[in-house]
């Protein structure tokens, strides 16, 4: 139990409780916003068993080509190249 005044580090959580929580987020979450949190959050953003799965949601029809990039990346990422 925590105590009054005293705070919990997200980074500290184990790796796999992090994966299960990071993947209720879409492709475009994890690499614009989830990777960047910390260092913890970003190794388990990397692991291909997070990109077993892409959802691409809330896409914006006028960013075709950005869209584009990143499905490329997030393919890369769910074989195992970092890119």
Same mark, same amino acid.
């Given at each position: 139990?925590? /105590? *009054? #005044? !005293?705070? @919990?580090? =997200?980074?500290? %959580?184990?790796? !796999? %409780?992090?994966? +299960?929580? +990071?993947?209720? %987020?879409g492709? $475009? *979450?994890? $690499?614009?916003?989830?990777? /960047? $949190?910390? &260092?913890? =959050? @970003?190794?388990?953003?990397?692991?291909?068993?997070?990109w077993?799965?892409? *959802?691409? &949601?809330? %896409?914006?029809? =006028?960013?075709? /080509?950005?869209?584009?990039?990143?499905?490329?990346?997030? $393919?890369? @990422?769910?074989? #195992? &190249?970092? #890119?």
């Amino acid at each position: 139990m925590i /105590k *009054e #005044g !005293e705070h @919990r580090n =997200w980074a500290d %959580l184990p790796p !796999e %409780l992090t994966s +299960l929580i +990071l993947q209720r %987020l879409g492709a $475009v *979450e994890i $690499v614009e916003k989830a990777e /960047k $949190v910390c &260092r913890s =959050w @970003r190794s388990v953003c990397k692991d291909p068993s997070m990109w077993r799965k892409i *959802e691409m &949601r809330s %896409l914006d029809p =006028w960013q075709h /080509k950005y869209h584009e990039k990143m499905c490329c990346h997030a $393919v890369d @990422r769910s074989q #195992g &190249r970092l #890119g």
